[in-house]
């Protein structure tokens, strides 16, 4: 027997002398003896469980035309989108477009945001029309499921650093119709 095995059993099994059993998927409070509570449990992620989440966070939403979710928050619009069920992406675009003589200014923006924070992730895509859109976008892979606090959390903090991108190039490139009223 490995020494102090029999410590370290002793630690994990709890006063009771046996450990509890979990269900899988689900998760107990570290010697509660107390059912989990439905924030604990983790689930399979659905379309329907990011509405909940969203409804329950008191956030106001839409799905578009192809069932997506999505809303409006400072006037940036983000997507809540469950690729194959294995990847939760949260996307948001900035309200303003730049165009093509603007690209290179926005690029190093992007990649300056990327250099200096873990997420979210920013990047711009280019239009057919040659407007240039900056995305903000967070990934959470979601194979295993998410608990209901596991899911707001993530709704709430990909929303929070999407805004924060967004006021970020606000203060970058000032509004040339906002500015010329101060």
Not at 73 to 95: I, Q, S
Not at 124 to 148: F, I, K, N, Y
Request: proline share 7%.
């Amino acid at each position: 027997m490995v020494r102090g095995w029999s410590r370290f059993r002793r630690a994990i099994q709890g006063a009771r002398g046996a450990p509890e059993h979990v269900p899988p998927g689900q998760h107990a409070p570290a010697g509660s003896g107390e059912p989990p509570s439905r924030n604990a449990i983790v689930r399979p992620m659905t379309t329907e469980r990011i509405a909940q989440a969203l409804t329950r966070l008191d956030y106001r939403y839409l799905r578009d035309e192809q069932g997506e979710l999505c809303g409006l928050w400072g006037y940036r619009l983000f997507t809540f989108t469950l690729v194959h069920e294995r990847l939760l992406l949260v996307r948001g675009r900035w309200a303003r477009q730049g165009g093509i003589p603007r690209r290179t200014d926005l690029l190093e923006f992007a990649n300056r945001w990327n250099a200096t924070n873990v997420r979210p992730k920013c990047y711009l895509r280019v239009g057919d029309d040659g407007r240039v859109h900056v995305l903000a976008e967070t990934a959470l892979p979601v194979t295993a499921g998410l608990s209901d606090a596991q899911l707001d959390n993530h709704l709430s903090l990909s929303l929070s650093s999407g805004s924060l991108v967004f006021d970020s190039l606000d203060e970058h490139f000032p509004d040339p119709i906002l500015a010329d009223e101060a």
